[in-house]
């Protein structure tokens, strides 16, 4: 079964950090730039963060820029998002996705900037984030 799994989401105090890790099973992610996007009840899916497909160029919405790192291990099909000083706002479900172009041709730096970059997605984490 082609899928992405998500972990490590949870319930976290203002100012404190999570790491949430998502799985490939099935599924070819190591050509392919990967990225976290988020949605929060009652607002449209939104980009957070990307990768290239070897890890050297990455991309951050500019509402997580210095707080949130994306990193992979291409060695075991693991993509991980860090989260520290983590803010009320952050509170969404938190998706892996796979961006839709092999290698990441096409994209400036190779990696997906928006939503309709991707096409794989997990089954979402929640992350709540509590003032």
């Known amino acids: 079964q082609v899928q992405l799994v998500e972990s490590g989401g949870g319930l976290v105090q203002a100012g404190g950090s999570l790491r949430l890790s998502c799985a490939a099973n099935?599924?070819?992610?190591?050509?392919?730039?990967m990225g976290w996007c988020r949605q929060a009840p009652g607002k449209e899916r939104e980009f957070v963060a990307s990768i290239s497909y070897v890890g050297g160029r990455q991309y951050y919405a500019d509402s997580v820029k210095g707080r949130f790192t994306i990193s992979r291990n291409n060695a075991n099909n693991t993509v991980y998002l860090q989260m520290n000083s983590l803010k009320p706002e952050d509170t969404a479900v938190y998706y892996c996705a796979r961006g839709r172009r092999l290698l990441g041709i096409g994209w400036s730096d190779g990696v997906p900037k928006s939503t309709a970059d991707y096409d794989y997605w997990g089954q979402g984490t929640q992350v709540t984030v509590s003032s």
């Open positions: 099935g599924l070819t992610t190591s050509t392919y730039a």
